[in-house]
């Protein structure tokens, strides 16, 4: 019914920027916010970045906080994730969710790999 679709991770050096996204599709109709999570090598799945489609109200983790930037264009129902001067410890899966409301539901994409080498 919804299918969320991330893109633009890949391989890139320390310091280095990357930009991801995150595409909402099918009965996304009312969405609330979108959110960026990244999952590293033996570690949970770690809350990064959300941004709520009324207001534009956003929130960022500490860890990424000053170099990660989200936005998004509600006509797309999309949402992008500015990554500036990566570390290695950026690396992992990034993942997307996106909530809707009446009622609420969430979605997932699939991921996608950020790996930042030294």
């Known amino acids: 019914q919804v299918q969320v679709v991330e893109s633009g991770g890949g391989l890139v050096q320390a310091g280095e920027s990357l930009r991801l996204s995150c595409a909402a599709s099918g009965r996304a109709y009312s969405t609330y916010a979108m959110r960026w999570f990244r999952q590293a090598p033996g570690h949970a799945r770690e809350l990064l970045a959300t941004?709520?489609?009324?207001?534009?109200?956003?929130y960022y983790a500490d860890s990424v906080k000053g170099r990660f930037t989200i936005s998004g264009d509600n006509a797309k129902n999309t949402a992008y994730l500015q990554m500036n001067n990566l570390k290695t410890e950026d690396t992992g899966v990034y993942y997307c969710?996106?909530?809707?409301?009446?009622?609420?539901?969430?979605?997932w994409g699939q991921g996608t790999q950020v790996t930042v080498s030294s």
């Open positions: 969710n996106v909530h809707l409301r009446g009622p609420d539901r969430e979605y």
């Open positions: 941004i709520r489609w009324s207001g534009s109200w956003r």
